[in-house]
């Protein structure tokens, strides 16, 4: 590999038909840094929060109706999956991927927005549940963009505090048993309480990570401190009514006294005095900083972008750029594109079936049209992810998508990338010469058989196809 | 390459079983046994699969959710009530064709899925100590099948990594692509090791699916069918691996463990009618990565525990139709860190044991092969 197809593919997201050989790489990657955009432009015409909240009460209204009028009628089966709503629900989603998916496509900051992608599968949320289909993509665009060049503690604050995530881990329904609401609901011999998952999560999946020393007691005491963290409106029964009346617009972050767990917490043997909501921002402030937060984000951001075993010396220059920084992501980005390391000319990483179809699309000019049925092609565009086996979030699992070659490189998952090939290099216009393509992306790094299987294809189309699942596209 | 194709049935005019190498262990036509390993990823609650019903402390702690077992196939003396989604399962055990221990756990004790499934899968001590799977080694032993190992996944599991190429299946909702385009592809890899290796297996396990008009299926059964006629093929897989997932449930445990089971049940009752006649040679093990808590947490669903349930399965099971547990009790001091069922039986001496009696292996030489990080374990007897 070139200095150029490093920069181009290991850090950013595959080159583009019209790019030009890189005088500069490291400048390139660096100056992106200023150049990055935070917001996208097609993110306004996104439904909001309180919208989609809306929408899912009233699919879950039409679910319930649609149930009891099967049950009428004595049918056994309920297709609730094509009630309208079902349908318009799940277009929410898709629509915050067609964003996702177009943005990286035509992104001129693809390594920011690498980062992007990583950082919002550290903090992965899994579209498995019924209302974080809708709200995945929110989090991404509202809690990672912004924070993707600021320092991790404001990240890991902004996602802890969004909607999406309090769902996806259980927050919203977890109760403080002695909080006044816990009391209240014991009293009618209620069994619901304190749910530990954003707690244990947050210390094995966000910050210190897994063996790194925290116990069963330090969760807990997470847990018991997060109690009140919650969002307007969400969840079931009393606990939605009190939201509800305590709060502002539906699905925003909210602080609820009523809920929280009073008293004094003890996390990695600190104390922690009872102070509200800012309790949990001093506990996440200290897990942001700790040493052990660093090495493992470290070891993170050096397996994604180096190699699936990553070399222990330039992870350890990592964490102690990110202690000495306070956690200044940008820091940390600066001492990776720097490092020698980064620059050694082996393809060490396997493309993720997002990486490749990203790269497939940017290889391509664009994401084709689907002119045929304009109105699918949002649901088109994600179904193509799900088919090869990366479902844009949904990992189904906190821990987010596996980020090395085992987990990716199968003999199942190959197939499937040269079927969605062929149907992308249908698209191709007869006009487009592959050998061309091929030597202009890929210069003198064109491995011989790639130059002859591609100008031996039957037509343009095929050759693309073929390009599109050579080797060069496999890895980066 | 040969040794592929014949394994994948692809192409009848190649060798057939009788060619294959002689086998340098005991046991009449040792490439007729099958086996396979179901991993039930995310932490499944073996009290509410398997529920010690005759245990007061189970009622006292499980309060409602104990009462959704109600109905199920009762088992180990009256002890245990099988959950009433798994009615397949609850004939085979009727039928002595299926076992169960409970209160079983591999060598993790931390609450992590991710480095749980690691050591079950790994058979290390430690998570991420092991690079290569017990069922990877376990074909390392059987030297006929070396080729003839499958995992129903778009990539190998943990489990089935080792030196041995693994095949990998997952139905695609995706047009096959044409043939004239593999051969293409073919020729692009020719000079990539790991690419052309991938492809290799690829199109021959297409091959199959195509011969056996499955392409295309989805579905708890219709993977099941798939997986049972795979097996069930004279030149076809006989180590495979298939992978159910959604067992984490943190909340509304109830109705989601209904439907998962029913589920589960579906697979293992179409693997079994897919496999037909072989299923009396055929071994499954389920097993998941720890249990989950004993109490019912805050929002009707339990957290990550410790002990957890196995199940195994087969035509011909040996000492089948019983619940094996040593079993430790719920009550709140009898628990681990006061709250996990106390995991009594090493899953790796299951594992161990129950494999070599399958393929008629030395228990204690196949013990040290399969777990060779804990030289201690000794094979599980009941």
Same mark, same amino acid.
């Given at each position: 590999m070139?200095?150029?197809?490093?920069?181009?593919?290991?850090?950013?997201?595959g080159?583009?038909?019209?790019?030009e050989?890189?005088?500069?790489p490291?400048?390139?990657?660096?100056?992106?840094?200023?150049?990055?955009?935070p917001d996208?432009?097609?993110?306004?015409?996104?439904?909001?929060?309180?919208?989609?909240?809306?929408?899912?009460?009233?699919?879950?209204?039409?679910?319930?109706?649609a149930?009891q009028?099967?049950?009428?009628?004595?049918?056994?089966?309920v297709?609730v999956?094509?009630?309208?709503?079902?349908?318009q629900?799940?277009?929410?989603?898709?629509?915050?991927?067609?964003v996702r998916?177009?943005?990286?496509?035509?992104?001129e900051?693809?390594?920011?927005?690498?980062?992007?992608?990583?950082?919002?599968?550290?903090?992965?949320?899994?579209i498995?549940?019924?209302l974080?289909?809708?709200?995945?993509?929110?989090?991404?665009?509202?809690?990672i963009?912004?924070?993707?060049?600021?320092?991790f503690?404001d990240?890991?604050?902004?996602?802890?505090?969004?909607?999406?995530?309090l769902?996806y881990?259980?927050?919203?329904?977890?109760?403080?048993?002695?909080?006044?609401?816990?009391?209240?609901i014991?009293?009618?011999?209620?069994?619901?309480?304190?749910?530990?998952?954003?707690?244990?999560?947050?210390?094995?999946?966000?910050?210190?990570?897994?063996?790194s020393g925290?116990?069963?007691?330090?969760?807990?005491?997470?847990?018991?401190?997060?109690?009140?963290?919650t969002?307007?409106?969400l969840?079931?029964?009393?606990?939605?009514r009190?939201?509800?009346?305590l709060?502002?617009?539906?699905?925003?972050?909210?602080?609820?006294?009523?809920?929280h767990?009073?008293g004094k917490r003890?996390i990695?043997?600190?104390?922690?005095?009872?102070?509200?909501?800012?309790?949990?921002?001093?506990?996440l402030?200290d897990?942001?900083?700790h040493?052990a937060?660093?090495r493992?984000?470290?070891?993170?951001?050096?397996?994604?972008?180096? $190699? /699936?075993?990553?070399? &222990?010396? +330039?992870? *350890?220059? =990592?964490?102690?750029?990110?202690?000495?920084? #306070?956690?200044?992501?940008?820091?940390?980005?600066?001492?990776?594109?720097?490092?020698?390391?980064?620059?050694?000319n082996?393809?060490?990483?396997?493309?993720?079936p997002?990486?490749?179809?990203i790269?497939?699309f940017?290889?391509q000019?664009?994401?084709?049209?689907m002119?045929?049925?304009?109105?699918? $092609? /949002?649901?088109?565009? &994600?179904? +193509?992810? *799900?088919? =090869?086996?990366q479902?844009?979030?949904?990992? #189904?699992?906190?821990?987010?998508?596996?980020?090395?070659?085992?987990?990716?490189?199968?003999?199942?998952?190959l197939?499937?990338?040269v079927?969605v090939a062929?149907?992308?290099?249908?698209?191709?216009?007869?006009a487009?010469?592959?050998?061309?393509?091929?030597?202009?992306?890929?210069?003198?790094?064109?491995?011989?058989?790639?130059?002859?299987?591609?100008?031996?294809?039957?037509?343009?189309?095929?050759?693309?196809?073929?390009?599109?699942v050579?080797?060069e596209m496999m890895?980066? | 390459?040969l040794?592929?194709?014949?394994?994948l049935?692809?192409?009848?005019?190649?060798?057939t079983?009788?060619?294959l190498?002689?086998i340098?262990?005991?046991?009449?036509?040792?490439?007729?046994q099958?086996?396979?390993?179901?991993?039930q990823?995310?932490?499944?609650?073996?009290?509410?699969?398997?529920?010690?019903?005759?245990d007061?402390?189970?009622?006292?702690?499980r309060?409602?959710?104990a009462?959704?077992?109600?109905?199920?196939?009762?088992?180990?003396e009256?002890?245990?009530?099988?959950?009433?989604?798994?009615?397949?399962?609850g004939?085979?055990?009727?039928?002595?064709?299926?076992?169960f221990?409970?209160?079983?756990?591999?060598?993790?004790?931390?609450?992590?899925?991710f480095?749980?499934?690691?050591?079950?899968?790994?058979?290390?001590?430690?998570?991420?100590?092991?690079?290569?799977?017990w069922?990877?080694?376990?074909?390392?032993?059987?030297?006929?099948?070396q080729?003839?190992?499958?995992?129903i996944a778009?990539?190998?599991?943990?489990?089935?990594?080792?030196?041995?190429?693994?095949?990998t299946?997952?139905?695609?909702?995706l047009?096959?692509a044409s043939?004239?385009?593999m051969?293409r592809?073919?020729?692009l890899?020719?000079?990539?090791a790991?690419?052309?290796?991938?492809?290799d297996?690829?199109?021959?396990?297409?091959?199959?699916?195509?011969?056996?008009?499955?392409?295309?299926?989805?579905?708890?059964a219709?993977?099941?069918?798939?997986a049972?006629?795979?097996?069930?093929?004279?030149?076809?897989?006989?180590?495979m691996?298939?992978?159910?997932?959604?067992?984490?449930?943190?909340?509304?445990?109830?109705?989601?463990?209904a439907?998962?089971l029913?589920n589960?049940?579906?697979?293992?009752?179409?693997l079994?009618?897919?496999?037909?006649?072989a299923?009396?040679?055929?071994?499954?093990i389920?097993a998941?990565?720890?249990?989950?808590?004993?109490a019912?947490?805050?929002?009707?669903?339990?957290d990550?525990?410790?002990?957890?349930l196995?199940?195994?399965?087969?035509g011909?099971?040996?000492?089948?139709?019983?619940?094996?547990?040593?079993?430790?009790?719920?009550?709140p001091?009898?628990?681990?860190?006061?709250?996990?069922?106390?995991?009594?039986?090493?899953a790796?001496?299951?594992?161990g044991?129950?494999l070599a009696?399958?393929?008629?292996?030395?228990?204690?030489?196949?013990?040290?092969r399969?777990y060779?990080?804990?030289?201690g374990?000794?094979?599980?007897?009941?």
């Amino acid at each position: 590999m070139r200095k150029t197809d490093i920069a181009w593919s290991r850090f950013g997201l595959g080159p583009r038909p019209g790019d030009e050989p890189l005088t500069d790489p490291i400048g390139w990657l660096r100056d992106q840094m200023d150049d990055y955009r935070p917001d996208l432009a097609s993110t306004g015409a996104l439904a909001s929060r309180a919208r989609i909240n809306a929408d899912f009460y009233a699919l879950r209204t039409a679910r319930k109706q649609a149930m009891q009028a099967a049950s009428m009628a004595g049918d056994a089966k309920v297709k609730v999956a094509q009630l309208p709503q079902s349908r318009q629900f799940r277009g929410h989603y898709e629509a915050q991927a067609a964003v996702r998916i177009r943005a990286a496509v035509a992104s001129e900051t693809p390594f920011v927005d690498r980062l992007v992608h990583f950082w919002s599968n550290h903090f992965a949320v899994s579209i498995d549940k019924p209302l974080v289909l809708g709200l995945a993509g929110l989090m991404e665009f509202e809690a990672i963009r912004p924070h993707v060049l600021g320092r991790f503690e404001d990240m890991l604050l902004a996602v802890v505090q969004h909607p999406a995530m309090l769902l996806y881990l259980d927050q919203v329904q977890s109760i403080g048993p002695k909080s006044q609401f816990g009391q209240k609901i014991a009293a009618r011999g209620r069994n619901q309480g304190l749910n530990e998952n954003l707690g244990r999560e947050i210390l094995e999946l966000h910050t210190l990570g897994a063996r790194s020393g925290y116990s069963q007691s330090d969760v807990t005491e997470l847990a018991r401190a997060l109690t009140g963290w919650t969002a307007v409106g969400l969840g079931n029964g009393p606990v939605q009514r009190l939201t509800t009346r305590l709060g502002g617009e539906p699905g925003d972050f909210l602080f609820a006294p009523p809920l929280h767990e009073p008293g004094k917490r003890t996390i990695l043997d600190r104390t922690y005095p009872q102070a509200g909501m800012q309790q949990v921002r001093a506990i996440l402030t200290d897990l942001a900083r700790h040493p052990a937060t660093a090495r493992h984000l470290a070891t993170k951001i050096a397996r994604h972008f180096i $190699a /699936d075993e990553p070399p &222990a010396p +330039l992870v *350890a220059r =990592l964490e102690t750029v990110y202690l000495e920084k #306070g956690g200044d992501l940008r820091a940390v980005y600066a001492a990776l594109i720097t490092a020698p390391e980064a620059w050694a000319n082996t393809e060490s990483k396997f493309r993720t079936p997002w990486d490749w179809l990203i790269g497939a699309f940017r290889l391509q000019g664009g994401v084709p049209e689907m002119p045929d049925n304009p109105d699918q $092609a /949002d649901h088109q565009l &994600a179904g +193509l992810f *799900a088919q =090869l086996g990366q479902p844009i979030w949904q990992p #189904g699992s906190p821990a987010g998508f596996a980020d090395s070659a085992g987990d990716w490189a199968g003999p199942e998952a190959l197939f499937r990338r040269v079927e969605v090939a062929q149907r992308l290099a249908r698209h191709t216009s007869p006009a487009t010469d592959p050998r061309e393509v091929a030597g202009r992306v890929f210069g003198e790094a064109l491995r011989p058989a790639t130059a002859q299987v591609v100008a031996r294809a039957e037509s343009p189309q095929q050759g693309m196809a073929l390009l599109l699942v050579a080797p060069e596209m496999m890895r980066r | 390459m040969l040794d592929r194709r014949r394994f994948l049935g692809a192409a009848g005019a190649l060798a057939t079983t009788a060619l294959l190498p002689r086998i340098a262990y005991a046991g009449p036509a040792a490439t007729e046994q099958r086996f396979v390993f179901i991993i039930q990823r995310g932490a499944a609650d073996g009290l509410h699969i398997l529920a010690p019903t005759g245990d007061p402390a189970f009622l006292k702690q499980r309060g409602v959710m104990a009462d959704t077992v109600l109905g199920g196939e009762v088992l180990g003396e009256s002890f245990f009530t099988l959950h009433p989604s798994l009615k397949r399962v609850g004939l085979l055990a009727k039928q002595k064709q299926a076992r169960f221990v409970h209160a079983s756990a591999s060598a993790y004790r931390d609450r992590s899925h991710f480095d749980g499934q690691n050591v079950l899968e790994s058979g290390g001590r430690q998570p991420y100590t092991e690079k290569t799977g017990w069922v990877g080694r376990l074909l390392m032993q059987l030297p006929a099948m070396q080729d003839r190992a499958m995992a129903i996944a778009p990539s190998v599991p943990m489990a089935m990594r080792g030196s041995t190429q693994v095949a990998t299946y997952a139905p695609s909702a995706l047009s096959d692509a044409s043939d004239d385009i593999m051969t293409r592809v073919s020729a692009l890899y020719a000079d990539d090791a790991q690419l052309a290796s991938l492809w290799d297996s690829a199109r021959a396990t297409h091959e199959l699916a195509d011969n056996l008009d499955l392409d295309g299926h989805r579905g708890a059964a219709a993977i099941g069918m798939l997986a049972g006629q795979m097996l069930a093929q004279p030149d076809g897989a006989r180590i495979m691996m298939m992978e159910s997932d959604g067992w984490d449930m943190h909340s509304s445990q109830a109705p989601r463990m209904a439907m998962q089971l029913k589920n589960l049940d579906a697979m293992i009752a179409s693997l079994a009618d897919g496999l037909g006649a072989a299923w009396t040679k055929t071994l499954v093990i389920v097993a998941s990565e720890f249990g989950r808590t004993v109490a019912i947490n805050g929002t009707a669903g339990t957290d990550h525990g410790t002990g957890g349930l196995m199940m195994l399965m087969g035509g011909a099971l040996d000492g089948a139709g019983q619940v094996d547990a040593d079993w430790p009790g719920l009550n709140p001091a009898a628990l681990l860190d006061g709250r996990d069922l106390r995991p009594t039986i090493a899953a790796e001496a299951v594992i161990g044991a129950s494999l070599a009696a399958h393929f008629s292996l030395d228990p204690e030489r196949l013990m040290a092969r399969l777990y060779p990080s804990q030289p201690g374990l000794k094979p599980f007897r009941a």
